[in-house]
């Protein structure tokens, strides 16, 4: 079959093919513990499930604008006056199919075919192959000094003629660590210097622990005009638990927003209104369920990071935020595809293989589960790898036996 130059260099979502073979393993009747997911475990807001369920029951679920609905757009600009206080305009605003495909969209605007765009590692998992998408060429950059917080110096080392972008992440999937407020200042002063484009992938800015409050980007802007070149992006999915809703949106220059809605104009037009219209409810609702998960999700964070620090070889590094942490698990198996599926076919537990992210030796546990969850996987990931541990492991009535050393 003859496919395109670049969909050969696309790899398979590592992360949705995991979702897919716990549910498999799950129906099969597989005690499976999936500490592999992206996705809190939380109901949506309740104001969402009634305004989309209204309009269902109208029956009126028509097109919308390609660069959605005022009332999303209306919400859109409340939250950024109230987190980056910064007032826009509707033309400012694009509502996406997630704050994936905002992401896309926002690529396809900027990057011509061959141009660079830089990101640190660990990274997610899509932005390399978004940006081979493009044509373009992904350029991860992994901290020199062993940690996951990177230097100026390390972006500001690779870029090139070739540079159109910059994407940070932050806290970051998969390390959950959250940069520096300095660190942010001075990303946007080299991008400015530089005159390059940053995408803040701001998805998980509110998720964060231990008292940290959500960085605004935007104050540290100096050209605060049309010119700008920063684009953030969101979206309903981590904070309001609202995965399935697939709603997004970028906030960025007119110009840019025109471009990018053309684009999403031709490829999917506007998202569907019901989901849009919830979307809409979960910003403009009371925000007490963004709490209740930032705090559930603090204390998954304290269980699991307790835990595992009594693992011995697991090296960790707490996450200030997000639901993943990202442990180093070398001691064990410096091959993380080989590490996971063992953990997978042994004792049922799905994690996340580092190299998908950029970083061999590292398993991304997820921490969105319940505290059950994450205690017996820690448990079963430990006693299969633990030389001392007893020759024998109970999940509920079936006993597993060590058939390795
Ligand atoms: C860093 C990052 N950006 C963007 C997304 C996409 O989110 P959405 O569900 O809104 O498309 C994810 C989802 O896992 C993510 O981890």
């Avoid at 800015?205 to 104050?219: A, E, T």
């Avoid at 979206?235 to 997004?248: E, L, N, P």
């Avoid at 698990?329 to 992210?357: I, N």
């Amino acid at each position: 079959m003859s496919i395109s130059q670049i969909a050969r260099t696309i790899s398979e979502s590592a992360t949705l093919k995991l979702n897919e073979t716990a549910a498999i393993l799950r129906a099969k009747g597989d005690p499976v513990i999936h500490l592999g997911g992206g996705e809190p475990k939380s109901k949506a807001p309740i104001e969402a499930l009634v305004a989309a369920a209204g309009l269902l029951n109208s029956g009126e679920v028509r097109y919308t604008p390609a660069d959605g609905i005022p009332a999303l757009k209306q919400a859109i600009i409340r939250y950024t006056e109230q987190f980056y206080d910064r007032k826009v305009a509707p033309e400012n605003v694009l509502a996406s199919g997630g704050a994936k495909q905002a992401l896309m969209v926002a690529l396809q605007a900027i990057l011509n075919p061959q141009e660079e765009c830089i990101f640190p590692a660990p990274y997610w998992v899509s932005y390399p192959e978004m940006v081979k998408l493009c044509g373009a060429v992904p350029v991860p950059v992994l901290p020199e000094d062993g940690s996951f917080h990177p230097r100026i110096e390390d972006i500001e080392r690779v870029i090139t003629s070739y540079t159109k972008a910059i994407i940070i992440n932050s806290p970051a999937n998969p390390t959950g660590v959250m940069y520096s407020e300095q660190f942010i200042a001075d990303i946007v002063e080299l991008c400015e210097k530089r005159d390059l484009y940053l995408i803040m992938d701001d998805i998980y800015h509110r998720l964060i622990f231990d008292g940290r409050r959500p960085i605004n980007c935007w104050q540290f802007v100096k050209d605060k005009t049309e010119n700008s070149k920063l684009i953030i992006i969101n979206g309903v999915s981590k904070q309001y638990a609202m995965t399935g809703f697939r709603i997004g949106w970028a906030v960025a220059s007119r110009r840019l927003i025109e471009v990018m809605t053309n684009i999403q104009g031709h490829q999917t037009s506007g998202p569907s209104v019901l989901l849009q219209r919830a979307a809409a409810a979960a910003l403009d609702g009371t925000q007490a369920s963004v709490e209740s998960l930032r705090t559930t999700l603090e204390n998954n964070r304290n269980v699991l990071v307790d835990r595992l620090r009594a693992f011995e070889g697991v090296r960790v590094t707490v996450p200030d935020g997000t639901f993943y942490l990202f442990a180093d698990f070398g001691y064990y198996d410096k091959d993380s595809t080989r590490l996971a599926h063992f953990l997978l076919e042994k004792v049922q537990v799905v994690t996340v293989p580092g190299v998908e992210f950029g970083l061999d030796g590292h398993l991304r546990i997820s921490f969105c589960g319940s505290i059950k969850d994450i205690t017996e996987g820690v448990e079963r990931m430990k006693w299969a790898l633990d030389p001392n541990s007893p020759n024998e492991l109970y999940i509920g009535q079936r006993k597993l036996v060590r058939d390795w050393s």
